[in-house]
Structures are given as structure tokens and as C-alpha cells.
């Protein structure tokens, strides 16, 4: 197995983590044409997609770093922040040239995140392998089900979700435990946001792990501190936006600015130059760490920090958690690489509870190693079964032998089963073990319904056969192994040949002890078939 993919959808970027089985860990992993380099709060290079994509009028599109390169940021045919706008099923479309259809913000990203997970999975050789997705801790079935269509378009049904909370205290590799308290301080492109969660002792649902104790949020992130760089730019050379020479120069000013931002979050300064190609009139300055914290201090940027994180605990406070209950504080999101917003977070907690190290990444490392069967909990995530022909309905069914919620290391026997020949003279048997996963909600309780594209690229609804049901939420685990048991002497036609039992190891590993009915003899102990998760 090349590894498990965990892949964090953010409104301003993407970032994809394949777990690493030598390391124990989940690790970030560059996409190429779509990823660009990032420098993150261990000073290491993290690759980040982008969230954007570009629709060309000859029908092309253009995923992350390609509509940076190619200077489309900014264009009508370019969507951003895709995320806030699906999380808030947002109905607004957009007619684009060249596309007969309009394009809303879920649709646009759908196409972007499909296309992230395709490339990805085969850059990496990932084939088949389950994956993990994040969603919010607030977020509605909406969300969940919009990213269950993503998998689908992408090939890659099988997946499991986390909740963005737990995901990053598994990325920073805390010791989690049920019961424990953290406050999420997310300071990302858009947005600015401190969450106090709750890890709770039981699931209500798979994937999630956190309970809201404690919220709040303000509309400062990133792109504010750009524009702020921006404007200070300008009134350093005497310019304002308005001026016709100026603005052909906005873009490539407005990035420049950004750059600066991240280099004095590494180095004490950070110089900006752009340079009119038809007049040769340079915009330039010079920014020093302490001068662009200046800067942020006027903007009220860390009275802003302190009040956002205050409400958040007040709100806990009134659950019964307060911020003496906070075991850490992870930071995640670019700007919360800035020196002076951790020394804020630091002054308020004590520098022994923030963890600052992997605020691009956390989230997507968290989920590489959730999918790949690190967990807080112990005990099996999905339901598990054996398919068998059903002789009285003429059709295969499937009989449960490890319950969703079933603890583990199990050393007693979690099932037991006689397997039967099926004709005379077999010679192999085998069990066919398939991983059971969650339907797909229909919505009204009838049957399932899903939006699709025709060739034409019109939207139908169409109904989603039981054939399609099943292939999409029944996964089978050793078709490369299903008849591992040989008789010596061949079996009769329904004749009980070999008894089985079944427990788990440590591992997560499905053991299989099996014994021939006929000779007595055991011929498996603890045998491992399949690795649950």
C-alpha cells in the first residue's frame, strides 16, 4: 500500500498529506503545477494548492498555482474562496464566456477539489486506498454530502471524515484525550477564528470528535494585512490607487506586499519594487519587522486577537469550561505564522500550551493519519461483514462480524462462522470480507436522488440505482486473497468444512483462526486477513 491521502480543503488554500508508514506520521506532499512552496512555522517548505480555478473561454481550466502563474487571479473566470461560499450554500452563479451553463461556487468547487485528489492520487500511485477529508466542526450534512460528490467525481469513493479541530491536535501530535479541552485559533486568508472544543467521550457520528464549546470570529485575515502593506506602499511614494500609472501596477504590487508579509515572519526585513515596463517609475519600500508590527498595531490587529479569543472562552465559560480548562492552543492558518500574533496567543495562555509549529499543515497531516488508523479512540470506525449467496433470495447478502464502535485489541473471538463447500471437490474456500460504508442520506426518505452532467454538460436528476448503492457503500477488502483456505481432502457440496473465528489485534488487524472440520487440524491461528479501520 503506497499510503493514505488526507487532504484539507481551506478557503484560501489546499493542502494534501500521504501518510508515512516509516515515520509514523502524516506528511505534506507537492502536487506538481497545481502546488506551490510555502515557508511554515518549523521553517520547512510545505507545499500548498492554491484554492482557486480558472475557467478559460476555450474550456480549459486552470487549478491553483497555474491561475497564479498565469496572472488570472483576478479575472471573472477565476473563483476563490469557494469554501465560505458552499458552507453557506450560497445560490450565486456566474454566466462565464465561453460556457453555456452557469457556474455556481459549489460546482466551481467540486471541480477544483476532484481535480486536486485525481492528480494527486495518481502522482502519488494512490489507487483504491480510502482517503480523509476535513470539514468544519459546525458544518451541515450539505457539506459533508457536497464532499461525498467530490470523491465520487474524483474515483475515489471511499473516504472518511474529521472534523478540522481534531484533525490538527493529530497533525501537531498532541495526546488527546477524551474529556480534553482546546482552543483552535485559525488566522487564515479571509478570516480570523479562535474555537474552544470539547473532545467528546462517544460519537454521535463518525468523524467527529469535537463538541463547539465556544466561538467567534472576525472578518481580518491575510488579504487585510495585504492590503494594508498595500496602501502604506502607496502613501510612502505619494501614489494613491486612482492614478493611471499606477493602477496596471496593482497586481503585481498587491502580491509583492503579500511576499513581504511572509518574509517577516522568517527575517527582520522585506523590501517591495515594482516597476512600470512602459514609464520605467519604480513603486518601492522597505519594511522592517518592527515597522509592519507597528503597522498591525494601528489596524488594532492584536486588540482584535485578544477580544476574538476572550468572546470564544466567555462562551465556554458558560458550558462550564473555562480557560483554565484549555489543555493547548493549536494555531493554524498563514497568518498565524506572524511573530507578534503568537506572542499574543502566548501572553494570554502561557507559552507552554500554544503549539505554533505546523499551522499550514496540521489539519491535513491529521487527517492522513486519521484515515490511516490513528485515532484517539479505540475501537473500529466502520461495520464489516461476509458476503455469502443467499440460496432462499437467489442473491448475495452479507452477515456482520465487527460492529462500528467495537473496542479493540479484541483477544476473544468477535465472530464466529462455519464456511460450507460450495460444490463437490472444492479444494478452496474462502471469506469475502467487505467493509460496510455509510449510506448516502436521500433527503425525503425515498428513494436516493443525485445531480449529474450529461455529455452536453446539461445538469439532470437522476435516481441512484440499488446496483449503485451497494457498489458505492460496500468495499471489498481481500479480493486479492478471498480463497485462502485449501481442503485436504477436497469438500463435499454443502458440506461445514471449517469453523472460523475472528478477533482483533493491537494493529487493527482482522485475525482469523480457522479449523477443518473434517481433520481437526488448525490450519490458521490468528491469522491476519485484513487491516481495519
Keep these: 500500500m503506497p499510503g493514505r491521502l488526507g487532504v484539507d480543503f ?31 512555522g518549523a521553517r520547512e517548505q510545505i507545499s500548498v494548492v492554491p484554492s482557486l480555478i480558472h475557467y478559460a473561454p476555450d474550456q480549459r481550466q486552470w487549478i491553483g498555482d497555474q491561475v497564479v502563474t498565469r496572472n488570472l487571479y483576478e479575472s471573472p473566470g477565476t473563483f476563490r474562496w469557494m469554501k465560505r461560499y458552499i458552507a453557506n450554500r450560497s445560490p450565486i452563479k456566474r454566466r462565464l464566456a465561453g460556457y ?19 492528480f494527486a492520487g495518481a502522482e502519488l500511485g494512490v489507487s483504491g486506498e480510502e482517503i480523509g477529508l476535513t470539514v468544519p466542526v459546525e458544518a451541515f450534512e450539505h457539506y459533508e454530502d457536497w464532499l461525498a460528490e467530490v470523491a465520487e467525481a474524483a474515483g475515489m469513493p471511499r473516504f472518511r471524515l474529521i472534523d478540522e479541530p481534531s484533525a490538527a491536535a493529530l497533525g501537531y501530535g498532541a495526546h488527546i484525550q477524551p474529556g480534553d479541552v482546546y482552543l483552535i485559533f485559525d488566522f487564515g486568508g479571509g478570516t480570523l477564528h479562535a474555537a474552544v472544543v470539547l473532545i467528546e467521550e462517544e460519537t454521535a ?73 512602459h514609464t520605467g517609475a519604480v513603486l518601492a519600500a522597505t519594511f522592517t519587522r518592527e515597522q509592519f508590527e507597528a503597522l498591525l498595531d494601528e489596524h488594532e490587529v492584536f486588540t482584535t486577537i485578544d477580544r476574538t479569543v476572550r468572546r470564544a472562552l466567555n462562551d465556554s465559560r458558560e458550558r462550564g469550561y473555562a480557560e483554565e480548562h484549555v489543555e493547548a492552543v493549536l494555531m493554524v492558518g498563514g497568518s498565524s505564522q506572524i511573530p507578534a500574533v503568537q506572542r499574543t496567543l502566548r501572553r494570554i495562555f502561557g507559552r507552554e500550551r500554544v503549539m505554533l509549529n505546523r ?76 467493509e460496510i460504508g455509510e449510506r448516502r442520506r436521500s433527503g425525503g426518505g425515498g428513494q436516493a436522488m443525485e445531480l449529474v452532467f450529461d455529455p452536453s454538460g446539461a445538469a439532470r436528476i437522476s435516481p441512484v440505482t440499488p446496483e449503485d448503492e451497494e457498489r458505492r457503500t460496500h468495499f471489498w477488502m481481500n479480493e486479492g486473497n478471498p480463497t485462502f483456505l485449501v481442503a485436504d481432502p477436497p469438500a463435499k457440496q454443502g458440506e461445514p468444512r471449517f469453523e472460523a473465528a475472528f478477533s482483533i489485534d493491537g494493529n487493527k488487524r482482522l485475525l482469523v483462526t480457522a479449523r477443518d472440520v473434517q481433520t481437526g487440524r488448525t490450519v490458521y491461528r490468528d491469522y491476519p486477513v485484513v487491516k481495519l479501520t
Design 10 to 40: 481551506g478557503t484560501s488554500n489546499t493542502v494534501v498529506a500521504m501518510w508515512d508508514e516509516a515515520r509514523q506520521e502524516g506528511v505534506p506532499v507537492h502536487v506538481p503545477d497545481y502546488g506551490r512552496f510555502h515557508v511554515s
Design 359 to 434: 499551522p499550514l499543515d496540521a489539519v491535513a497531516r491529521g487527517a492522513a493519519a486519521f484515515v490511516a488508523g490513528v485515532d484517539f479512540y479505540d475501537h473500529i470506525q466502520h461495520d464489516y461483514a461476509i458476503r455469502y449467496l443467499n440460496r432462499q433470495k437467489n442473491q448475495y447478502d452479507y452477515r456482520l462480524i465487527v460492529e462500528r464502535g467495537t473496542p479493540y485489541p479484541a483477544e476473544e473471538a468477535v465472530a464466529r462462522l462455519t464456511i460450507k463447500a460450495t460444490h463437490d471437490g472444492q479444494e478452496r474456500l474462502g471469506i469475502a470480507i467487505y
Design 205 to 277: 457520528r463518525a468523524g467527529r470528535r469535537c463538541r463547539m464549546l465556544g466561538k467567534a470570529g472576525v472578518d481580518v485575515g491575510g488579504m487585510t494585512l495585504d492590503q494594508w502593506l498595500f496602501q502604506e506602499v502607496l502613501r510612502q511614494n505619494g501614489r494613491t490607487d486612482d492614478d493611471e500609472d499606477v493602477r496596471p501596477l496593482s497586481r503585481a504590487l498587491l502580491t509583492e506586499c503579500e511576499q513581504a508579509k511572509e518574509r517577516l515572519s522568517f527575517q527582520e526585513r522585506a523590501d517591495v519594487s515594482v516597476v512600470n515596463p
Design 100 to 118: 453555456e451553463q452557469s457556474i455556481s461556487h459549489a460546482e466551481a468547487g467540486r471541480d477544483f477539489l476532484a481535480s486536486v485528489l485525481t
